[in-house]
Every structure is written in C-alpha cells, then in structure tokens.
C-alpha cells in the first residue's frame, strides 16, 4: 500500500514536471505546495485540512456515542489511547465526556462546516466560476489558509493537554467557562480555545474579503450578477454572513478572555464558587450568549448556503434541466442572509432575556422559514420531468434536500418560543440541527467533493465507492438523528453524561433506542473509511478525468484538465448566457456552455434572447479592460 | 424491539447492495461491455429505484418506531400551560409532518420516475411565477397561523404571576439545587446576598431584612396542586437551567440575573402515581444547562400535593432562623424583637418534619 502510494506520489511529481515547462516563472516545492498563493491549492490544503478534522470530530462523537449507547460498557480497552480519561472503575470520564461533547461541536462546526467547506469550494470555485485568474489578492488568501492552520494546531494540542480541552459546550457558555475553578477544561484549554479562534476568525475575514472582492471586481467579461452559477451567489451571500458576524465572536471571545485573565466584569456578577465569592458584579452572562448567538445564528448558514449552493449546481447538472426560479432562489437566499442577523435570540428564550423579546424573535425566526421552504421546492421541481443522472454527488445533493426538509420541519416547532421551553437544550434541538446543518452541510461537502474532483486532481473518483458510500451515509444519517426526536420528545436534556437522574425508569425505556443510534453512528462513521479511501487514492491513481465529466455549463469547465496558476492557458472565456441552459429546445447537445454566444445557437434562443446577440459585441469589447486589470 | 429496527436496517443494507450488484452484473451482460466512459453508468436505475425504495421503507419503519416509542414520552403535562403547549407541539406536529411527507415524497418519487433515460430529453422549465407565489405564500400564512398561536400562548405563559401564587425559590450550585420558601407570615422572600453565604447560610439569606425571618429552605419541592407557583430562580456559581420535565416547566438560573416561571401545577404526585400505574413514580427538577461534570445529576424530587396537606407541610416547616439561632446576631438590634419569636424556647425535636412528606 505505502509503496504503492510513494509510486504514484513519483508519477505525479513527474506530471507536474512536465506541465511547469509551460510556466513562465518555475515556483519551487515551497511556494507551489506549501506556501502556495494558487486559490486551487488553497482549496485543496483547506479540504484535506478539514477531512482529516472531519475524522477527528466524527471519532470524539463516537466515543461519547458509546458512553451513551452502551452506558454498562468498560471502556478499559481505550485506556492506550485516553490513559487517565479512563477512570479507575474503566468507564469514561465524566469531565472528559464533557470535553468531546465540547471538542465534537467546535471542530464540526468551525473547521469542517466552515473552513472545510467555505474554504475549499469558496477558493476554488469562486475564480474558476466567476472567470478570474485568482483570488483578488493571493498573499492574503495564503494567510487566511496558514493562520487556519495555526488554528488548527492550537485547537488540536488543546486535546493533549492534561486539564483537557474545553468542556463548557461548543458555545462556552460564561461563567462555566470564565472560571478555571469551575470544571479542569476552563483552565488552559480554554485559553487554548479562545486563542485558536481569534486565529480562526482572522483567517476566515481574510478568506471572506478575497471572496466578496474577487466576485465583485474579477468577473470576467460578460459575467452580469444575473449570470453567476448560484454556487457563487451562495459564497457570495456566506462571506457577508461571516465578515459580518465573525468580527462580533472575536469581540466576545475577547470580552471573555477579559474576563478570565485581566480580572474584568462583563459577564461575571455574583458568583459564589469553592467556597468562595468572587468580587465581580455588574455582569451579565446573556451579554455573552447575545453576541455569541450574533455569530453562532448566521453561522448556521454559513455553514448551510454553500451547501445549498453547489448543490443548486449539481441538481441542475445532473437533472439536465435548469434549475427552477433561478432568481427566486438568489432571492431567497439574500431573504435567509438578511434574516440571519434577526434571529439569533431564538436561542435563548428561556434565558432569561425579556419574554417581549422572545416573542419579537419568534416571529422573525418564523419567516426565515418561508424563503427555506421556497428552496426546498424549487429544488423538488427541478427534478421533475428531468433526467436524471445519479453520480455521487448528485445522489448527495437529493439526500442534502431531503435533509434540508426533515431538519428544517423540526426549527418551525422550536422557533416556536412556547414549544420551545420544553424542547429547549432536549435531543430535539439535536436532532434537528444534525440534520439540517450538520448532516446537510455534510452532504453539500461530500456532493462538492464528487463532483470537483475531476476538477481538482486531473482524475475521476471510483463511483461504485461513491454510490456504496452514499446509500451508507444516508441511510445512517436517518437511523441516528431520527430516532433522537423521540428521545427529545421524552424530554432528555442533551449534554447529559448518562440519563439515571431523570428517574420514573426514563432512561431504561431509550436504552435500547440509544444503543440502535450508536450502532447506527459507528457504522455511518465507518462508512466514510470508502469515501477516504477513494478520495487519497483516485488523487493519485484515479482515472484520468476528461474536459468535462458532467456535461456541465460553467467556466471551470473550460479550463485545461490540469489548470496551472492563472487558470486559462489563453484569454479567460467570455460569458454570454446564465448557467442553466440544459436540455435547451431546438439545441443539438443538452447542454449549452455559458462562454457559447447567442449568436452561435440560433436554432435554441428563446425570442428574447435574440437580443442578447447585438450585445455580444459590447462584451467583446471589455477583453481589453479585462487583460488590464491583470497586468500591474 | 429496537432491536428489530437495527435488524431490518441492516438487512435493507446488504438487500440495497445486492440489488446494485445484481443489476450491474445483468446490465454488464446485456450490453457485454463496460460502459466506463459515458456519465450514466449501469447503477443509474439501481440508485433511482433505491430512492423509492428508501423512502418507502423509510415511511413504514418510521411510521412504527413512533408508535414504538410513543409510550415513552412524557406523560401528560402535569400543569396548566403545560397541557396547551403539548397540544399545540402536536398540532404543529402535524402540520409540520404532513409538510415533511408530502415533499420527501414528491422528492424521491421525482428521482425514481425521471432518472435517466436515453430516450427522453429533459424539460426546459425555468420558471413558472404562479408556481412560486403559491409556494411562498402558502408556508406564509401557515407560518403566521403558527406563529399568532405560538404568540398568544407564550404571551399568556410569561404574563405577571398572580398575586396569590406561592413564592419559591430554586437556587442552583455546583451541582444541585437549594430550595427556600417564603414563610407562612409574610409570603415574601427576604433578601439574599452572595457575600454572605457560608457553610449553615449557603444561600446567603440576609437577616437584615424582615422579610427573611420566616423563610424556611427544603431538600425537595413541594408544591400545591391547582395553585400558582412562582419560582424565583438563581444561580451561585455558574448557569444552571431548571427544567421540571412533566410540567413542561424550564428557565435558566443566571448567576447576578434573578429570573422566573410561574405555573399552576394540576396533578398531584399521587393521582401521577395512580394514572401511571407506578407507585414511585416522582416529578422531578432537573439541569438543563451544561455546568460542569455533575450536570447530569444535579436533580431533586418534586411533590404535588393537595392544598391542604402542602398548607400543612409549610406549617410543619420551622424557618432557617429557627433551626440556626445564631444567625439572630446578624438581625439588627431594631428587628431582633420582631425576629427573636422565631427562635424556639426550647430545642426543637428533631423528627418533626420527616413525618409529613407524602413518601
């Protein structure tokens, strides 16, 4: 295996060899892999970064999966690995649990969810799709990868240290997590915690910036908004969401960091701890959850629009039909980014915030629900009287909607702030943000990584893995999030080491539906082993990818199969038509490029579209300006 | 029986495969090659197929693990709001469930009739604004159906606690919960202060204060059936949340932000135990924020009882002042009068209170 692997690595270093005899400058090893100012590296060391963290989140939940799947169990044989989170009578530490419970939600949330998906397809898609050579400024969006990475460093070695890493929840709730006294993983993990996000969010503004500059500035000639694939619309609308919102999480994190080393109030009043009163008043602990809400609200799209983005783009693709109400969905998705930054206090209705204020959120989380039930439909009639093709991605992209619906169903009942204060911090809520951010996002993440693939590496992934992955993923996402509902139901508190102080034999009655979602977990989790294997070795073994695997419209599409820096060997293609021309009337082929001019498919234009042709020459026009802006 | 599902998933597993790799193997035969480079592959049919049979499989086990779980739920609610917002969960419910069910369908039937067929070209369809007003205005006036009644509701729940309610407090700690009672003198609860908390006073109850000299503190909750109840809630030390499952009771306790819920309890610990059929079935508080390692534990026991065996339990209850006399030097010298009649003559006898809880 090792061998075979270190072979390939030779025929690929030998490719590219060969393909830098075209470069005008040679970059060394350093600066073409590392320190690499190409957006498609980026996205590729993003991607790599935030599988191998999707591995590292997906295993911490199974080991508190265990715990509650299996609460009798020993957990002696994890002691090599966990050492003293393995307490003396073998069963998992009850701070520890907290800690993985903590570490599962931030890493999924932050460096998979965002980084790994934003950053991967953001960086790469964004100029191949816009028709741009690179990022509008390639050193910061190198920075924004490399202070990911330090991010990352810190938020892994906080796994090793020896008080453990945070345990407040991945919302770190204060005063829990301002008092070191208060449980071992407020101590140095979380300034750990803390220090990594501001890093995280650093990165992310500057990754945010190049994505909003370069789709504004950098489209090429003819790109019109109203022409842009929705993928980019989605990154679009996700980077205003994050430069927004990220900036008010550093101001919190920054409050508490305060809080927890220069002695100050902001979220401290009070408190009587150990034995001990502490001298700050004046405080409050909601000022925390309402800034942290600020960003962690919109952050439950950021983490979504991308997904429901490419998956726009597959659908269509892959139904050969243009996607339904285009600028419905452009319009939707601008209603959900507006609406993001009202909601955020549906969180917190039973907080203690003003039960006016609960009610005034309420209602504003209720019309978010309006523009997500748009998509959810235009997506269905895509589909119909379509033509199907189920590659992997496309099947991810109908499990993705099919999530999208099951999770999104739930939040209009938890939106409810009546409903809520039962179901509020129950597996309900679990449930439902599993499946419609964590498992959708998920499913965007996987669908993108099938379908760009080609793009990306040169090469095909195997699609019978592909297909045998999906139908284990799927299948497994339901049989552990939907069961959770009934447990929420029951009303079991999320976060809870084990059930026995619920009494009345609540926690006999789910024992054995806690052990189905276990089993279920473990077996989904394993599945991804198919999608890791297919993906390390068709990088380097797979089958050469033709032009244009999917038929597909847009402009990455048109790039060489192996894209050097810079994208287009020649001039950047010219775009005449929105994305969706497929299955065109009167058109030979089912699918029709967005660099094809009117003038060229005069048997397929609709009536008004013989007017674009007088146009094209105005858009010819700007190759000049266009070549301009490249050239410092 | 869960064990049921796990079974019928797993065999649905490798049924799932099997029919991929019987249908790959009988589509390799028929076109004798392997069709590798075209973007439809033979499993195309199978994955459309799969697609129905998913969903309705999925139907059908998801239909009958509800029923399975359903004995499971909370029983009814034991409180008055508590009855209205299950109703309307369920109602919501059901809407929302006939929402999931009907486009689910509409999803996987679409992708099991359209995949691919050669014969057949897709329809150019990219836009049909009736279409759109419909689906966007109907979700609209569902949502503010839902959300006038959800409104109302919470209005009613968070409104003013009526005058006559029986005050309490719940204080949660690292990790359990302190309860105290107004007194039976002047129904108020005198103030506390954090700094004055120590090892007897842990909640930091102020003697200077009048209104503290009857207040007495509990292990447990008692509560009068049919009645008000104000809970005044705090924290210590860091956020706790009380979460009283069978009254569909829940509200974070903030430490410096005193917060509150009141309610009126309908069912008394004993008609729960007969309705139930389980004799030591008991209501129960628990945390429903994450504090630290005891989280999961921090609980204490609930009694519902009639009106009058709870006038009788706070009766039998003797003030924090009476069980610590010392504390008395603490009270100014212009209330000592007024509190010293708290304190006993003689020592009190110690099994008083144990007789009356409705064990």
Same mark, same amino acid.
Request: glycine content about 8%; some cysteine.
């Given at each position: 295996?090792s061998?075979?692997?270190?072979?390939?690595?030779?025929?690929?270093?030998?490719?590219?060899d060969?393909?830098?005899?075209?470069?005008?400058?040679?970059?060394?090893f350093?600066?073409?892999?590392?320190?690499?100012?190409?957006?498609?590296t980026?996205?590729?060391?993003?991607?790599? @970064? %935030?599988?191998?963290? +999707?591995?590292?989140?997906?295993?911490?939940?199974?080991?508190?999966?265990?715990?509650?799947?299996?609460?009798?169990?020993?957990?002696?044989?994890?002691?090599?690995?966990?050492?003293?989170?393995?307490?003396d009578?073998?069963?998992?530490?009850?701070e520890?649990?907290?800690?993985?419970v903590?570490?599962?939600?931030?890493?999924?949330?932050?460096?998979?969810?965002?980084?790994?998906?934003?950053?991967?397809? @953001?960086?790469?898609?964004?100029?191949?799709?816009?028709? #741009?050579?690179?990022?509008?400024s390639?050193?910061?969006?190198?920075l924004?990868?490399?202070?990911?990475?330090?991010?990352?460093?810190?938020?892994?070695?906080?796994?090793?240290?020896?008080?453990?890493?945070?345990?407040?929840?991945?919302?770190i709730?204060?005063?829990?997590?301002?008092?070191?006294? +208060?449980?071992?993983?407020?101590?140095?993990?979380?300034?750990?915690?803390?220090t990594?996000?501001?890093f995280?969010?650093?990165s992310?503004?500057?990754?945010?910036?190049?994505? =909003?500059?370069?789709?504004?500035?950098?489209?090429?000639?003819?790109?019109?908004?109203?022409? *842009?694939?929705?993928?980019?619309?989605?990154?679009?609308?996700?980077?205003?969401?994050?430069?927004?919102?990220?900036?008010?999480?550093?101001?919190?994190?920054?409050?508490?960091?305060?809080?927890?080393?220069?002695?100050?109030?902001?979220?401290?009043?009070?408190i009587?701890?150990?034995?001990?009163?502490?001298?700050?008043?004046?405080?409050?602990?909601?000022?925390?959850?309402?800034?942290?809400?600020?960003?962690?609200?919109?952050?439950?799209?950021?983490?979504?629009?991308?997904?429901?983005? *490419?998956?726009?783009?597959?659908?269509?693709?892959?139904?050969?039909?243009?996607?339904?109400?285009?600028?419905?969905?452009i319009?939707?998705?601008?209603?959900?980014?507006?609406?993001?930054f009202?909601?955020?206090?549906?969180?917190?209705?039973?907080?203690?915030?003003?039960?006016?204020?609960?009610?005034?959120? *309420?209602?504003?989380?209720?019309?978010?629900?309006?523009?997500s039930?748009?998509?959810?439909?235009?997506?269905?009639?895509?589909?119909?009287?379509?033509?199907?093709?189920?590659?992997?991605?496309?099947?991810?992209?109908?499990?993705?909607?099919?999530?999208?619906?099951?999770g999104?169903?739930?939040?209009?009942?938890?939106?409810?702030?009546?409903?809520?204060?039962?179901?509020?911090?129950?597996?309900?809520?679990?449930?439902?943000?599993?499946?419609?951010? %964590?498992?959708?996002?998920?499913?965007?993440?996987?669908?993108?990584?099938?379908h760009?693939?080609?793009?990306?590496?040169?090469?095909?992934?195997?699609?019978?893995?592909?297909?045998?992955?999906?139908?284990?993923?799927?299948?497994?996402?339901?049989?552990?999030?939907?069961? *959770?509902?009934?447990? %929420?139901?029951?009303?079991?508190?999320?976060r809870?080491?084990?059930?026995? #102080?619920?009494?009345?034999?609540?926690m006999? +009655?789910?024992?054995?539906?806690?052990?189905?979602?276990s089993?279920? #977990?473990?077996?989904?989790?394993s599945?991804?082993?198919?999608? +890791?294997?297919?993906?390390?070795?068709?990088?380097?073994?797979?089958?050469i990818?033709?032009?244009?695997?999917?038929?597909?419209?847009?402009?990455?599409?048109?790039?060489?199969?192996?894209?050097e820096?810079?994208?287009?060997?020649?001039?950047?293609p010219?775009?005449?038509?929105?994305?969706?021309?497929?299955?065109?009337?009167?058109?030979?082929?089912?699918?029709?490029?967005?660099?094809?001019p009117?003038?060229?498919?005069?048997?397929?234009?609709?009536?008004?579209?013989? #007017?674009? =042709?007088?146009?094209?020459?105005?858009i010819?026009?700007?190759?000049?300006?266009?070549?301009?802006?490249?050239?410092? | 029986?869960?064990?049921?599902?796990g079974?019928l998933?797993?065999?649905?597993?490798?049924?799932?495969?099997?029919?991929?790799?019987?249908?790959?193997?009988?589509?390799?035969?028929?076109?004798?090659?392997?069709?590798?480079?075209?973007?439809?592959?033979?499993?195309n049919?199978?994955?459309?197929?799969?697609?129905?049979?998913?969903?309705?499989?999925?139907?059908?086990?998801?239909?009958?693990?509800?029923?399975?779980?359903?004995?499971?739920?909370?029983?009814i609610?034991?409180?008055?709001?508590?009855?209205?917002?299950d109703?309307?969960?369920?109602?919501?419910?059901?809407?929302?469930?006939?929402?999931?069910?009907?486009?689910?369908?509409?999803?996987?039937?679409?992708?099991?009739?359209?995949?691919?067929?050669?014969n057949?070209?897709?329809?150019?369809?990219?836009?049909?604004?009736?279409?759109?007003?419909?689906?966007?205005?109907?979700?609209?006036?569902?949502?503010?159906?839902?959300?006038?009644?959800?409104?109302?509701t919470?209005?009613?729940?968070?409104s003013?606690?009526?005058?006559?309610?029986?005050?309490?407090?719940?204080?949660?700690?690292?990790?359990?919960?302190?309860?105290?009672?107004?007194?039976?003198d002047?129904?108020?609860?005198?103030?506390?202060?954090?700094?004055?908390?120590?090892?007897?006073?842990?909640?930091?109850?102020?003697?200077?204060?009048?209104?503290s000299?009857?207040?007495f503190?509990?292990?447990?909750?008692?509560?009068?059936?049919?009645?008000?109840?104000?809970?005044?809630?705090?924290?210590?030390?860091?956020?706790?949340?009380?979460?009283?499952?069978?009254?569909?009771?829940?509200?974070?306790?903030?430490?410096?932000?005193?917060?509150?819920?009141?309610?009126?309890?309908?069912?008394?610990?004993?008609?729960?135990?007969?309705?139930?059929?389980?004799?030591?079935?008991?209501?129960?508080?628990?945390?429903?924020?994450?504090?630290?390692?005891?989280?999961?534990?921090?609980?204490?026991?609930?009694f519902?009882?009639?009106?009058?065996?709870?006038?009788k339990?706070?009766?039998?209850?003797?003030?924090?002042?009476?069980?610590?006399?010392?504390?008395?030097?603490?009270?100014?010298?212009?209330?000592?009068?007024?509190?010293?009649?708290?304190?006993?003559?003689?020592?009190?006898?110690?099994?008083?209170?144990?007789?009356?809880?409705?064990n």
């Amino acid at each position: 295996m090792s061998t075979a692997i270190s072979t390939a690595e030779e025929v690929h270093t030998h490719d590219h060899d060969h393909d830098h005899e075209h470069e005008h400058h040679e970059l060394g090893f350093i600066r073409t892999y590392i320190f690499s100012e190409d957006h498609k590296t980026i996205a590729k060391q993003y991607l790599i @970064s %935030g599988i191998l963290w +999707a591995f590292i989140g997906g295993s911490l939940s199974i080991l508190f999966r265990l715990q509650l799947g299996f609460p009798e169990m020993s957990m002696e044989w994890l002691r090599p690995i966990l050492g003293g989170w393995i307490d003396d009578s073998g069963k998992l530490d009850k701070e520890f649990y907290l800690a993985m419970v903590t570490m599962h939600g931030t890493i999924m949330v932050f460096f998979v969810l965002t980084a790994g998906l934003s950053g991967t397809f @953001s960086n790469f898609l964004i100029p191949l799709q816009v028709g #741009a050579r690179d990022m509008a400024s390639g050193f910061i969006n190198m920075l924004s990868y490399w202070f990911f990475f330090l991010s990352s460093v810190i938020m892994f070695s906080s796994l090793f240290i020896e008080t453990g890493p945070a345990s407040g929840g991945w919302v770190i709730y204060p005063p829990l997590s301002a008092l070191p006294q +208060a449980m071992p993983g407020s101590g140095l993990g979380m300034t750990l915690w803390l220090t990594s996000m501001t890093f995280f969010i650093v990165s992310s503004l500057m990754g945010g910036i190049n994505y =909003i500059c370069t789709i504004i500035n950098l489209r090429t000639r003819g790109m019109t908004f109203t022409r *842009m694939p929705l993928t980019i619309w989605s990154f679009f609308f996700t980077a205003v969401l994050g430069l927004l919102s990220f900036p008010v999480l550093l101001s919190a994190a920054l409050l508490l960091i305060f809080d927890r080393s220069f002695g100050t109030s902001f979220y401290l009043s009070e408190i009587y701890i150990q034995g001990q009163a502490l001298p700050n008043v004046g405080g409050s602990a909601i000022l925390y959850q309402h800034l942290f809400w600020f960003l962690g609200h919109p952050e439950v799209y950021i983490v979504l629009l991308p997904a429901l983005g *490419m998956t726009s783009e597959i659908i269509a693709t892959n139904s050969r039909k243009p996607i339904f109400g285009y600028r419905a969905m452009i319009g939707s998705m601008m209603g959900i980014t507006a609406l993001a930054f009202i909601v955020w206090a549906h969180h917190m209705f039973v907080t203690g915030m003003n039960p006016f204020l609960g009610s005034v959120f *309420m209602f504003l989380t209720l019309i978010i629900a309006v523009p997500s039930a748009v998509k959810a439909f235009n997506y269905i009639t895509t589909l119909w009287k379509g033509n199907l093709v189920f590659t992997p991605a496309m099947l991810f992209s109908i499990g993705l909607v099919s999530l999208f619906i099951s999770g999104g169903v739930t939040g209009i009942i938890l939106g409810n702030s009546a409903l809520d204060i039962n179901l509020h911090d129950t597996y309900f809520v679990v449930a439902h943000f599993h499946l419609v951010m %964590g498992a959708a996002s998920f499913f965007g993440l996987m669908a993108g990584v099938y379908h760009w693939f080609p793009k990306m590496f040169g090469r095909m992934m195997n699609k019978s893995l592909g297909y045998i992955h999906f139908w284990f993923t799927f299948v497994g996402v339901y049989m552990v999030f939907f069961p *959770m509902h009934y447990i %929420g139901i029951a009303g079991f508190p999320r976060r809870y080491y084990t059930f026995t #102080a619920l009494g009345n034999d609540s926690m006999a +009655a789910f024992t054995d539906m806690n052990m189905f979602i276990s089993i279920a #977990a473990i077996i989904t989790f394993s599945a991804q082993a198919i999608f +890791a294997w297919n993906f390390f070795y068709s990088i380097f073994k797979g089958k050469i990818a033709p032009a244009n695997p999917w038929n597909s419209n847009t402009l990455e599409w048109t790039t060489p199969i192996n894209p050097e820096h810079g994208n287009w060997p020649g001039e950047i293609p010219a775009v005449y038509r929105w994305p969706y021309d497929y299955s065109k009337p009167g058109a030979p082929e089912d699918f029709i490029p967005q660099n094809v001019p009117h003038s060229a498919t005069l048997e397929s234009n609709l009536h008004e579209e013989n #007017a674009e =042709i007088a146009r094209e020459k105005d858009i010819e026009g700007l190759l000049g300006a266009q070549n301009e802006s490249y050239t410092h | 029986m869960n064990y049921l599902i796990g079974l019928l998933a797993i065999v649905f597993f490798f049924l799932a495969v099997s029919v991929i790799a019987k249908s790959v193997k009988l589509n390799n035969k028929l076109s004798g090659t392997e069709e590798d480079d075209s973007t439809v592959d033979n499993f195309n049919n199978a994955n459309g197929i799969g697609m129905l049979i998913f969903w309705l499989l999925f139907v059908i086990l998801g239909s009958w693990s509800f029923l399975h779980a359903r004995p499971d739920f909370l029983p009814i609610a034991a409180s008055e709001h508590g009855v209205k917002t299950d109703n309307m969960f369920w109602t919501s419910m059901a809407v929302v469930t006939f929402a999931f069910f009907i486009s689910n369908t509409l999803l996987f039937y679409f992708a099991y009739k359209y995949r691919f067929n050669k014969n057949r070209k897709a329809t150019f369809y990219p836009v049909n604004h009736k279409l759109e007003l419909v689906w966007t205005v109907i979700p609209a006036i569902v949502m503010a159906v839902l959300v006038f009644t959800g409104w109302r509701t919470w209005r009613d729940i968070t409104s003013q606690a009526p005058s006559n309610a029986a005050v309490i407090e719940l204080t949660g700690h690292q990790f359990g919960w302190y309860v105290r009672y107004a007194g039976v003198d002047d129904g108020q609860l005198g103030n506390v202060n954090y700094k004055l908390i120590d090892e007897t006073n842990s909640l930091g109850i102020d003697f200077t204060d009048k209104s503290s000299f009857d207040d007495f503190t509990a292990t447990e909750l008692h509560l009068p059936k049919g009645q008000p109840v104000l809970l005044k809630i705090r924290a210590q030390d860091v956020l706790h949340s009380v979460y009283l499952p069978f009254h569909r009771v829940k509200m974070d306790a903030v430490p410096g932000m005193p917060t509150k819920f009141w309610f009126i309890p309908t069912i008394s610990t004993d008609e729960m135990r007969a309705k139930l059929g389980k004799p030591d079935f008991n209501f129960k508080v628990n945390c429903t924020e994450v504090c630290g390692r005891g989280h999961f534990g921090m609980s204490i026991t609930v009694f519902v009882d009639e009106p009058e065996d709870y006038k009788k339990w706070v009766a039998e209850q003797k003030p924090f002042l009476a069980t610590n006399p010392a504390y008395l030097d603490k009270v100014p010298t212009n209330l000592k009068s007024k509190a010293s009649k708290y304190i006993p003559i003689e020592p009190i006898a110690t099994d008083s209170t144990e007789a009356v809880s409705v064990n």
